[in-house]
Every structure is written in structure tokens, then in C-alpha cells.
């Protein structure tokens, strides 16, 4: 429960204090005294934003909350500077953890709930907490659902751009393989030997020579003249290694001579091919000027342009695949749906009997309440109809619906929802209602003050004499400021003045106090006896 709460410097309110005790507590006041700023403040510490930071200094709201034997203390800043620090316990956190930590304890319901309740979006929520539907499943089946679909989509995407590309893709592979490129420097050795070539007479005529020196009919050839000093050399005594270093010059320049010959044979073999030679670099230099790089580049290339052949022929069996897994998700989804949409139905049957129970208790007896669920998919989205009078057709909730009996309507949800949090706080959800009805509305806020705290901020009398506890908020007024006060009505004479003021306007009109000592008489007289379904 709250125990305690001090707000400082927001709106009217410069640093007020209040403790709080258990059951039904009533917040009362005129209008503009700053009685909806408690609960602003609160909203704040649930990590809300407030419009502007205070011009009279930093914003602090701080809380005492008790949870069994514990008590933890939280607070919340808002600095002139814009920036806001959250502490609990005196160790800052960020304003998630203390949201996470407070939305457990604190639930506040507000005149703006009344609006949402129309809304069918929040009509299916409250009907799903009713029920305690857990949508887990069905949203992680619709999650995967949908990336399965969108995958697919991507696959289609690649496999369309892949068809494209796929002629001019295979028109290169077939072009580049009649090329038959398998060596990255070719167009370089053939570009030497064709310079090579060029030149061929040249260099053929000066390998003849050499050759016709080396080797040659006539007596002065080197070769013959080596063989004959090395015989001669051979009859020496003593000259094995002189012997043997002329035979190695014999065995070298024989090796030049068959080099020499293999490179005539080249040249006159170049002769002949000089054009297959130059055909040959023109078709690569071709090549690679339309599809741009070197040999080595084209080569890569045609092995890459394989591969995306070969994965663009996969696409038919990946796109398979994933219909496959599609198909069988649906089919998931679709028995995920329908078992939501029969929880629902049932759900709505149940609460419907439930509400038009405690709708009764708050003075629409003769009301006629419907949920209509969707015939398909998890019955999404729902509709709730109303009639609030006997042979009026049934409407859209907020075309049939005053303001005073959406609150009803809201407070009779709010018992039958339940809430894990141990303080309720209502902002004047009892706006437009009176009379009877309006005894009707507290001895409802009063049950649910008998297993929760529950906070209201109200106008009305009737609900204030029902309080347990009762806070008054005025505000003080000078020629240069105003200043807001809370005061806790702790005697008869002083909850009687309050009840008066609020009937009337007036705190001494007789007939408003012996008014206001009647509801008195009553709220703390009375006695919650129906079993509550609130809990």
C-alpha cells in the first residue's frame, strides 16, 4: 500500500506531505486547488511526462510504499534543466526499472480510461484480461509468420533479378569457355613472343651463326677444336684435372648448342603461327575491354557467374521450402486463433453476466450488454453494445453510453478485472452521477477499499462519506501567489463542514450539514456484504 507521499514545485503545489491509511481513502476539494496533481504526481513517479519543468524549482515527487513486512522508499526528479533522476531506496535507477517497479503496487484509473473504453481495441484488452488470455502464442506464431513471408518475398526479389541477369550471364560463361582462359598471363607471354617474332630474321641469322661457330664442318669449330685439346690434354701425365675442366667447357657449350637450336626451332615455329599469335591477343584484349580487369579478373569472373547460375537454380527448391513452412504455420496459427477465439466467446459470456451483476448494483438495472466477437480468425476485433433502457436498440458502446455511465460502466470493469496491485487510485471516475446512484458508485469504490487500498479523487459528497480516510485540498491566495494545502479530516465536525460544501457549496447551510450528517450516518454505517470478485 502507499504510505506516504510528498509532492513538490508541480503546478499550484509548492511541497505538500500526506500519510496514507489502509482501505478507502477520499481526496476532496474545490476545483483549481491542484486535488488531480496528487494523482499527476503519482503518474509521474509511474513514469509519465509532465508538460514543462517547474519554473519555482526542481520537481520532486517522492513515496513510502509498504509490500508485507517492507517498506521502500522511491523517488523521482525533474531538474529545470529538463533532465529527470529516479532513486529507490536511495540508488538510482533508470525511470524503466522504477516504472517496472511501481506499475506492480500502484494502478491509477482516470476519466481518460472512461474515453478508451470505447475504443474496441481496448474493449478486446480489457476482455483478454478478464479472461487471462495469454496472447504469447498467437503473437509469436504471427511474428514468425510474418518473417517467414517477408524472407519469401526477399527470395522472390533475388530470384527475379537473377532471371534478368541469367541470358547475359550465360552468354558470358559460354564466351569466356570458348576462350578457353586458363592461364592469368597469357596475353603477357604472348605479347613477348610476338615482339619476339617480329624481330625473328635477326636474331634466327645471329643463332646460325653461333651455331655454325660452335659446330660446324669446317676444322676451326669451337666444339671440335675442345674435343681435340681435350684428347690432347688427356696424353698429359699428371693433367686429370686440367683434362677434366675442358671436358666440363665441352659438356657446357654442347648444352648451349642444343638451347640454341631449341630456339631457332621456336622462332621458325613462331614464323609460322605469328598470326594464330596475334588473332589470339587480339581475342583476349577483346575480352577483357567489354567485361573489364585482366586475365586473372576474367578468369574469376566465370567461376563467380557459375556459382550464381548454380544458386539461381536453387531459388525453385528455397522458395519451396519456405511455402512449405508457410503453409504449416498457417495452419498453426489458424488452431492458435481459434482456440483464442473460443476462450474469448467464452470469456465474453461470463463477463457480460458479471457486469450487468454489479451494473445493476450501480443503478442500470434495465442495461443490455453484448460483446459481438469476429465469425473468423481470433475474433478480433470486438465490439461491445449497449442499451441502457428497455426496447432502445443496441449501439456502439460510446454512441449509447452517457459520460456518467461509461464511469459506471468503467468501475464495474474494474471489480470484475482484478489488479495485482495492492493501491487502486481513481480520478474523479465518478464524474456525472448523483442522487442514488451516486450512494451506488461508493459503496462499490468502498467494497473494493475492503482488500485494497483504494485512493479516489472526487466530487462528490456521497462518495466522500463512505471514506475511511478523507484529505481535503484548498489552496491559499494572495495578491502575488497561490499556494495549495492538504489538510487530513480527522473529526466528525470537520468531515461534516467538507460533506456540506460539497452538496451545497456552503459549510454552514443547516439543511447541507444535517444532509451531510445523514451520508455520514450511512457510509459509516454500512456494511460490504456481496462477494466481491475483485481481488
Known amino acids: 500500500m502507499l504510505e506516504h507521499l510528498r509532492v513538490k514545485n508541480l503546478g499550484v503545489i509548492d511541497d505538500i506531505s500526506m500519510d496514507f491509511s489502509e482501505g478507502f481513502v477520499v481526496i476532496s476539494g474545490e476545483t483549481g486547488t491542484g486535488k488531480t496533481l ?39 526528479e525533474l531538474k529545470q534543466t529538463g533532465r529527470s533522476k529516479c532513486y529507490l531506496n536511495g540508488s538510482l535507477i533508470s525511470t524503466s526499472e522504477l516504472k517496472g517497479f ?50 519469401r518475398e526477399q527470395v522472390l526479389e533475388l530470384r527475379d533479378k537473377a532471371l534478368e541477369a541469367q541470358d547475359a550471364k550465360v552468354g558470358a560463361i559460354a564466351e569466356l569457355e570458348r576462350a578457353n582462359l586458363s592461364k592469368p598471363d597469357e596475353d603477357m607471354v604472348l605479347q613477348e613472343r610476338i615482339e619476339t617474332a617480329s624481330h625473328s630474321e635477326q636474331i634466327k641469322s645471329t643463332i646460325r651463326e653461333a651455331l655454325n661457330q660452335l659446330d660446324s664442318d669446317e676444322s676451326n669449330a669451337i666444339l671440335d677444336q675442345l674435343a681435340r685439346l681435350f684428347r690432347t690434354i688427356s696424353k698429359l701425365p699428371e693433367s686429370e684435372d686440367i683434362a677434366h675442366r675442358v671436358q666440363n667447357s665441352l659438356i657446357d657449350l654442347s648444352d648451349v648448342k642444343s638451347e640454341l637450336v631449341e630456339a631457332l626451332m621456336t622462332l621458325e615455329a613462331d614464323d609460322n603461327q605469328l598470326e594464330q599469335l596475334q588473332e589470339r591477343l587480339y581475342l583476349l584484349n577483346g575480352l577483357k575491354r567489354k567485361y ?21 537454380q536453387n531459388f525453385a527448391k528455397k522458395i519451396l521450402e519456405l511455402e512449405t513452412e508457410i503453409d504449416h504455420l498457417r495452419k498453426q496459427l489458424s488452431e492458435e486463433e481459434h482456440s483464442v477465439r473460443s476462450r474469448r466467446s467464452t470469456t465474453a459470456a461470463d463477463l457480460t453476466s458479471e457486469l450487468k451483476r454489479l451494473l445493476g448494483e450501480l443503478g442500470l438495472e434495465r442495461v443490455q450488454l453484448q460483446f459481438v466477437l469476429a465469425d473468423n480468425g481470433d475474433g478480433a476485433p470486438v465490439q461491445t453494445l449497449l442499451a441502457t433502457n428497455p426496447g432502445s436498440p443496441l449501439l456502439p458502446l460510446g454512441e449509447a453510453a452517457s459520460g456518467g455511465e461509461l ?20 480520478d474523479e471516475i465518478d464524474a456525472g452521477v448523483g442522487g442514488e446512484t451516486a450512494l451506488r458508485v461508493a459503496r462499490s469504490l468502498k467494497a473494493l477499499g475492503e482488500k485494497k487500498q483504494v485512493i479516489v479523487v472526487t466530487h462528490l459528497a456521497q462518495v466522500a462519506s463512505f471514506a475511511g480516510q478523507h484529505f481535503v485540498v484548498d489552496k491559499e491566495q494572495s495578491e502575488i501567489s497561490t499556494r495549495t494545502k492538504v489538510n487530513e479530516l480527522t473529526t466528525y465536525d470537520s468531515k461534516i463542514s467538507e460533506i456540506s460544501r460539497m452538496l451545497s457549496g456552503q459549510r454552514d447551510s443547516d439543511a447541507a450539514r444535517k444532509h451531510a450528517d445523514e451520508l455520514l450516518h450511512i457510509g459509516t454505517q454500512v456494511q460490504v456484504t456481496e462477494k466481491e470478485s475483485f481481488s
Open 102 to 151: 511501481i506499475e506492480n503496487h500502484i494502478e491509477i484509473f482516470g476519466q481518460n480510461l472512461a474515453v478508451s473504453l470505447q475504443r474496441p481495441s481496448f474493449q478486446l484488452k480489457m476482455l483478454d484480461r478478464a479472461g487471462q488470455i495469454d496472447l504469447k502464442t498467437l503473437m509469436l506464431l504471427r511474428s514468425q509468420l510474418g518473417q517467414l513471408q517477408r524472407n
Open 292 to 312: 573489364g580487369g585482366s586475365l586473372a579478373e576474367l578468369i574469376q569472373l566465370q567461376q563467380r557467374y557459375r556459382g550464381e547460375l548454380q544458386d539461381s
Open 38 to 76: 496528487l494523482t499527476a504526481g503519482i503518474s509521474f513517479l509511474l513514469g509519465s511526462k509532465l508538460p514543462r519543468p517547474s519554473e519555482k524549482g526542481d520537481t520532486l515527487v517522492e513515496a513510502l510504499i509498504c509490500i508485507g513486512e517492507d517498506q521502500y522508499h522511491i523517488k523521482r
Open 407 to 426: 464511469s459506471r460502466i468503467m468501475l464495474a470493469l474494474c471489480r470484475v478485472l482484478g489488479s495485482d496491485a495492492t493501491t487502486l487510485i481513481f
